[in-house]
């Protein structure tokens, strides 16, 4: 309780000194960087090279951003975030955009004062055992040892799970994905419960990986975006017109292959308004008519990025699901350029 | 008659002693086997570490340091057919050792590429497949291993006695150069921070004989401090605009990571908590009640506080708490939080130290006419030093594996990195072979420090025992 009290007094101390600046478009286009908070590491979604360029799924979203308002991919300077610093990194104005596998849930959008300018992600929690252990379905789990990640949403979902189901067990908990899969493989404990995405990702880490199913059960919605600072909403807008136009570019069929050919105007109103061949969609944002396109050219869109980061294609191999567009059954949905 | 007395005319030679009291064997006999419980546990033991040196060696030394991702690693220890638990994936090392030690510095491409012929660009996107990997260590980041090498000539002096004096130079400036070689830049910002406390220097020797001691100590804080807030700026932009200026890359903060983020936190921590430490340690002996009431509230106050709340307090609460637009520097920060926690320690360590001197020795410095500083310069200090030495280095080697606690406010430090390198779906399960790696790093230092200590004492001893 005192916490949140505490968080929200120093997140309101930011919103007051955040207020006072000038907008952060302005300010990002004056710095010539995106400062983009990402994760320390989450296979997929954020994770340097050998390099130090960072690549994924989140990374992705930040480069297009960055491309968007200031025409350069690369210009984004990734701030590494844990789950421990990633609101007052946002809130202080250290970090523009976060877009670090967070869960959209009211308090964090209402209390915490930040906005969610979309999903990028519907994760949900699920559920890893070995397969000798012979169970296929979450139920069949009373009094298994849980694996769990401690001062989590999914440490609370699997509580009101198995009491919702009249069945008990007895969690291990653990700090980080890695000790978790240490642990989970040692035999520690019957059942590994986290995210289904990196799940999949530990999965295919295995020496046996068909020796462990994920069972069937996803006990939680996690739909995961990015976010900014409540109050700035030109800058919002801009981040979350970003997403929808990588969403709606696969829609359309606007690859990075062929939208160099597809700039140059097509039959397709609503392609031409998202290539800013016709309209001014552009200019209404404060951004030159290129903005998407430019956005798109990054890394391609919603599709390519997921396919090149996390879909069937590499290691991690996560079926679309429920991040299929929406005419393909899924949830991913752009609201009209127009 | 016969004479049944015998005197023996000449010694004996020498016998060799029994052979099983003497050499390897008598040792042993002595120390390992003396007596059957003693024998008991010898062979327990020994067979217990033969077991766990076998099984580490055979899961360390395995053929695949030149993999290229977990599951070749696998396939290549599946190849020689090691039945094993499992075995070390070392090609992890290889493809990220200099990352382990260097973080996201930005390689000097322009150097590689005038050294192998590449363009920029390629060298940007994999340095090592155009540069031996030895070459793109030390010219890639010449400037943090110049900043390294700097560091130990200006430290010279001090830890060694026979180091000629005119190192001094360097001792005095070193700082000031490594950081401009860290973070870019004109050179004439660290210079106009030099020049600050040269400054305060003049203050003092000034205003000294005029003025009193008090006031000159003082000044010589106050004058540099009006230097650096008010006027250090506009005199560095005035000459970084001129002919005579040396420019580097400037180098942001976020970009330091691995080995050497925890060697420069750790640096600052031990370089600047021991005076700190000192003067804490005398303020709380003090006889001024505001001095003792400060340094006793500050040093209770900091050690009554976990360094991960001091973290977490230069991370996110600063950030806040300043006004908006204000860029303080996040390791910045961090470096000032540790030194003042170290510094905290260090006060208690010297203050034992203190407090294990005679008060003959206060009374003799009292004797000889000898003023406060003097007394303490002459007498109190190198023996109250010496004593702490062990207290001392104990702390430094405390600070400095500390420093990976940053990790857990999302600095890149090596544990920081072992996390992201795991992120990458090719290392994603490799755990045992990168802290292996860190540990190795970190005990190189931490036992350099311990023997220096070790070798400081006997040097410093002088007869008492």
Redesign the interface.
């Known amino acids: 309780m005192k916490k949140s009290v505490i968080l929200g007094a ?1 997140t309101v ?2 919103l007051a ?2 207020a ?2 000038a907008g952060t478009v302005d300010d990002v286009k004056a710095r010539g960087k995106l400062n983009c908070g990402v ?14 360029n960072w690549a ?1 799924f989140d990374v992705a979203v930040c480069r297009a951003v960055a491309a968007a308002v200031l025409g350069d991919g690369t210009a984004v ?1 990734f ?4 789950g ?2 990633r609101f ?2 946002l ?4 970090i523009d955009l976060l877009a670090r596998n967070t869960t959209w849930t009211f308090s964090r959008d209402v209390d915490l004062k930040f906005d969610f300018v979309g999903v990028n992600y519907y994760d949900g929690q699920g559920f890893m055992v070995p397969v000798e252990l012979g169970v296929s379905s979450a139920k069949e789990l009373d009094g298994a040892t849980v694996c769990i990640q401690t001062g989590t949403t999914t440490e609370l979902n699997l509580a009101d799970f198995f009491r919702a189901n009249n069945i008990s067990y007895e969690p291990v908990p653990i700090e ?3 000790e978790a ?2 642990q989970y493989l040692a035999g520690a404990c019957d059942v590994y419960t986290t995210d289904a995405s990196a799940l999949a ?2 999965r ?4 046996a990986p068909d020796a462990h199913m994920v069972l069937p059960e996803i006990i939680s919605k996690e739909p995961l975006g990015p976010l900014v600072r409540h109050g700035d909403n030109e800058w919002g807008d801009i981040a979350r017109w970003t997403l929808n136009a990588l969403i709606t570019a696969e829609e359309l069929g606007v690859t990075s292959a062929n939208i160099g050919e597809m700039a140059n105007g097509t039959n397709n109103p609503e392609i031409n308004r998202l290539l800013g061949t016709e309209g001014n969609l552009g200019e209404m944002l404060g951004l030159d008519a290129d903005w998407a396109k430019r956005a798109i050219m990054v890394e391609g869109n919603y599709g390519e990025i997921f396919e090149k980061n996390i879909g069937l294609s ?3 191999g996560i079926a679309r699901g429920l991040n299929a567009q929406w005419t393909d059954g899924g949830l991913i949905y752009s609201p009209p350029f127009r | 008659m016969s004479n049944i007395e015998f005197v023996r005319t000449e010694m004996l030679p020498e016998k060799e002693p029994p052979a099983s009291t003497v050499g390897p064997i008598g040792w042993m006999r002595e120390n390992l086997f003396n007596g059957i419980w003693n024998s008991i546990i010898t062979v327990l033991f020994v067979l217990a570490i033969v077991w766990t040196v076998l099984s580490l060696l055979g899961w360390g030394i395995q053929p695949t340091w030149n993999a290229k991702s ?2 070749e690693c ?1 396939e290549i220890i599946a190849a020689t057919g090691y039945t094993g638990h ?1 075995g070390a994936c070392w090609g992890v090392i290889n ?2 050792w ?2 382990l030690l260097y ?2 510095y930005p390689l000097d491409a322009n150097l590689l590429s005038a050294v192998s012929g590449a363009s920029a660009a390629e060298i ?4 090592r497949a155009h540069v031996a990997t030895p070459i793109v260590m030390i010219l890639g980041y010449w400037r943090l291993n110049l900043a390294i090498i700097l560091l130990f000539v200006g430290l010279a002096p001090v830890l060694i006695e026979r180091a000629p004096r005119k190192l001094l130079i360097v001792t005095v400036l070193f700082p000031f150069i490594d950081v401009w070689l860290m973070w870019g830049g004109s050179i004439w910002g660290p210079a106009m921070a030099f020049v600050g406390f040269v400054l305060g220097y003049f203050a003092f020797k000034i205003l000294a004989p005029i003025a009193g001691t008090l006031i000159a100590v003082i000044m010589s804080a106050v004058v540099p401090i009006i230097w650096w807030l008010f006027l250090s700026g506009s005199a560095a932009s005035i000459f970084a605009g001129s002919p005579i200026d040396l420019t580097l890359e400037p180098v ?1 903060s ?2 330091f990571g691995g080995f050497f983020l925890s060697i420069s936190i750790g640096v600052v921590a031990i370089l600047g908590s021991l005076p700190l430490g000192i003067v804490l340690a005398l303020g709380r002996q003090s006889d001024l009640f505001i001095v003792k009431a400060l340094c006793v509230g500050f040093i209770e106050f900091i050690r009554g506080v976990p360094l991960i709340t001091l973290l ?1 307090v230069a ?3 600063l ?3 300043m ?3 204000t860029n303080f520097d996040v390791i910045l920060r961090v470096m000032i939080m540790v030194t003042l926690f170290a510094a905290a320690y260090m006060a208690e360590v010297v203050r034992g130290g203190l407090a294990a001197l005679p008060k003959g020795q206060y009374e003799a410095a009292d004797a000889l006419g000898l003023d406060y500083w003097k007394a303490q310069r002459l007498i109190i200090m190198p023996q109250a030093l010496k004593i702490s030495i062990p207290g001392i280095v104990s702390t430094f080697i405390g600070v400095f594996k500390d420093t990976t606690l940053v ?4 600095l ?1 430090d090596p544990i ?1 990195l072992s ?8 290392w ?2 490799i ?1 045992w072979e990168l802290y292996a790696f860190i540990a190795l790093l970190f005990f190189v230092v931490c036992f350099s420090m311990s023997r220096y200590s070790m070798f400081l004492e006997r040097k410093l001893q002088t007869g008492h025992k």
């Open positions: 120093i101390a930011g000194a955040g006072a600046t994760t320390t590491g989450v296979p997929g979604f954020a994770a340097p090279d050998a390099n130090g994924g300077e701030i590494p975030t844990t421990k610093t007052t990194a809130a202080s104005g250290e980080t994905n890695a899969q240490q990702a530990t295919a880490t295995f020496e590499t290691p991690i | 977990l599951s696998r499992s493809d990220r200099l990352q973080g996201f940007l996107a994999d340095p942001s976020r970009q977490f991370n996110n609460l950030n806040i708490f006004p908006p637009g990790s857990i406010i999302s890149m920081g996390n992201a390198i795991r992120a990458n779906q090719e994603n399960g755990v």
